[in-house]
């Protein structure tokens, strides 16, 4: 793994900026402070992309994506597998930044800022927007010091206490974990341990989460506690979520973007008419199962 | 199905039962012949150092207490040879295990594939040189080069041929960890970059302690490796055992040392093949067996204890 780019720009973090300040990141000078985060939704763009193209060496990912992502509302990605979507989530991040092969073209705007700018600090900008991996992650310490460990890395000056307490709260695990917080994350059933990822990633208070079918590995169960505090979560944050499940982008989601093979962004509109009455032929298709 | 296909599959040819007991034979005989070697050669080193404590010149006691160690004088103290081991291995384990370790890292998480496929090799290449040539390097550049730092070496000196055997358990420790680190989980990475970690805070603070358990046991087995080398020491820090002296700690860096293995090398190659001073190689290499046998027996222990960490 040779992540030229990150290592770099590594160092500006630990040295730099960050370090002084770890809470008010500079990553987006211009970015609008939200104050409160119980604002209501405003449907503000929050994520934008233009004309953007992800490759792979030569085989190309995704194809001219255009996308306005609204704030604090829950944006699922649906499509056939391999179109793309995860491509796109971890653009997002840039978390695609750990992949050699990948390369970019275009814009994404993350508020108004470019995140692919020269300035731009990846690390800074993984601070902004969290992710949640499709398989359940947690590191292999204490339920409480998987849930620091964001405040831990980004020297956040916080009564991590509290913020762990809320979190877990936040990810509906609380009640379950409690009198165990120094027990093995690892100990956890699965759909706990995905709750326990989604609760470190909301303990840094990121602005966007990013979740690659989080609750594929899970039973329906666990999956409708996810999805619950899925609805819970928009309140506060801008959630992106990919899904190969119709019904829980339907479930879910406020805005619906299908990608087709090809890795193009075929249609993209509120999910009620996403579902009921899309634009294109070949999303009607898709989503009643004729195709895909 | 047929009653010929039933015939097929349920008729055993003779043969071929005859061949199959043939290979178990084959393979049990290989498997009990170096587990039978093993026996006898620490049977037979635990009878010879029996015979050694029950010579009426030999005091048991005094051979685990005895501070000094010289045959002409039928004075068997092991602690001067312990002690030399162990300033041997305290040294080398200084050097080997930090820059050991940093190397695994750096071939672990920051290397470049092409990077990493001329440095692995070339670790490799080290581990493979014979340990003689390292001795002789000691001894001819490592010394001299020390000394312009103004260390006051001896000819033959601790520091130098400590220093040689932990250039040469670098390899040892870098490649097993390197391995370890390796095979934790990608997913763990992802997480930790996900959270806001930088590459070095990804590495020390994830992957490393998910490795631990490897990572240990590499320097356990690299200890063991310093415990035993022989012909470093032997080559390079001079033929005569002293007790390590606590009133002036630097100075044993500078003199000449003999730890266990160098004098058994030299009790062995003297002409006399019988008596006390002889048999006394078997008790040292008796204590020399079990000191590394308790740090493999660790090693295991540890191992297995934190095997399946990140799972
Ligand atoms: N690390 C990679 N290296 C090379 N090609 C990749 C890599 N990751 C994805 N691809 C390719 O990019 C395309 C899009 O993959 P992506 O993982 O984004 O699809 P997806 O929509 O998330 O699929 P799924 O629903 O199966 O998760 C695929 O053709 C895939 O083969
Ligand atoms: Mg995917």
Redesign the interface.
């Known amino acids: 793994m040779s992540q030229e780019r990150l290592t770099n720009q590594d160092e500006t973090v630990s040295s730099g900026e960050n370090s002084a300040d770890p809470t008010s990141e500079p990553l987006v000078d211009s970015a609008i402070e939200v104050p409160g985060k119980n604002a209501t939704s405003t449907g503000r763009t929050i994520l934008r992309a233009q004309s953007f193209d992800v490759y792979y060496d030569d085989v190309q990912a995704l194809q001219d994506v255009n996308i306005e992502i609204p704030e604090k509302q829950v944006t699922a990605m649906i499509g056939p597998s391999g179109c793309g979507k995860s491509t796109f989530l971890r653009s997002i991040n840039r978390m695609n930044d750990l992949i050699d092969a990948a390369r970019i073209e275009g814009e994404l705007y993350f508020d108004s800022k470019d995140v692919y700018d020269e300035d731009v600090d990846p690390v800074a900008l993984r601070r902004k927007i969290g992710m949640v991996f499709q398989h359940p992650n947690p590191f292999p310490k204490s339920i409480f010091d998987n849930v620091a460990y964001g405040l831990r890395v980004q020297d956040m000056d916080v009564d991590e206490q509290q913020v762990v307490e809320e979190s877990l709260k936040k990810a509906a695990l609380w009640d379950e974990v409690k009198d165990q917080l120094d027990k093995s994350a690892l100990d956890l059933s699965g759909g706990q341990q995905q709750r326990l990822c989604i609760a470190r990633a909301i303990a840094v208070d990121p602005e966007v989460i990013l979740m690659d079918e989080p609750a594929s590995a899970l039973d329906p169960i666990a999956t409708s506690k996810i999805e619950d505090l899925i609805d819970d979560l928009a309140e506060d944050y801008t959630v992106v979520i990919v899904t190969h499940n119709m019904q829980q982008a339907a479930r879910i989601s406020d805005k619906t973007a299908v990608f087709l093979t090809g890795g193009e962004l075929v249609e993209f509109d509120d999910t009620e008419k996403i579902f009921e009455n899309p634009e294109h032929q070949r999303v009607e298709d898709y989503i009643t199962g004729k195709f895909g | 199905m047929s009653t010929e296909t039933a015939d097929e599959i349920t008729s055993r040819p003779s043969e071929r039962a005859t061949v199959e007991r043939m290979y178990r034979y084959v393979f049990f005989a290989c498997a009990s012949v170096s587990i039978a070697v093993t026996l006898g050669i620490v049977g037979l080193l635990g009878w010879n150092a029996v015979e050694f404590f029950t010579l009426p010149e030999v005091n048991p006691v005094g051979f685990f207490t005895g501070t000094e160690f010289l045959l002409s004088r039928d004075q068997f103290g092991v602690l001067p040879l312990l002690t030399g081991t162990l300033l041997v291995t305290i040294i080398s384990a200084m050097i080997a295990l930090p820059i050991g370790t940093a190397a695994a890292v750096y071939l672990s998480?920051?290397?470049?594939?092409r990077?990493r496929s001329v440095l692995k090799p070339a670790l490799e290449i080290l581990a493979g040189i014979p340990t003689v040539v390292y001795g002789i390097f000691a001894l001819v550049y490592v010394t001299p080069f020390l000394r312009t730092f103004g260390f006051p070496l001896n000819t033959f000196n601790v520091l130098s041929a400590s220093v040689m055997v932990g250039i040469m358990i670098i390899p040892m420790v870098s490649s097993l960890s390197e391995d370890a680190m390796s095979a934790v989980?990608d997913?763990?990475?992802?997480?930790?970059?996900?959270?806001?970690?930088?590459?070095?805070?990804v590495s020390t603070?994830?992957v490393i302690?998910?490795a631990i358990s490897g990572i240990f046991s590499s320097y356990i087995l690299a200890l063991s490796r310093a415990i035993g080398e022989t012909m470093i020491v032997a080559v390079a820090m001079g033929s005569r055992s002293r007790m390590f002296d606590f009133a002036n700690p630097l100075q044993n860096l500078w003199e000449g040392n003999q730890p266990m293995t160098a004098a058994m090398v030299q009790i062995n190659s003297a002409d006399n093949v019988s008596g006390p001073g002889f048999l006394s190689m078997f008790a040292i290499g008796m204590t020399l067996f079990v000191v590394t046998f308790l740090m493999n027996l660790a090693s295991n222990r540890i191992a297995a204890r934190y095997r399946e960490?990140?799972?």
């Open positions: 998480e920051y290397a470049s594939d990077a989980p997913s763990l990475r992802q997480a930790a970059y996900g959270m806001g970690a930088t590459k070095f805070e603070g994830v302690p998910a960490e990140y799972e």
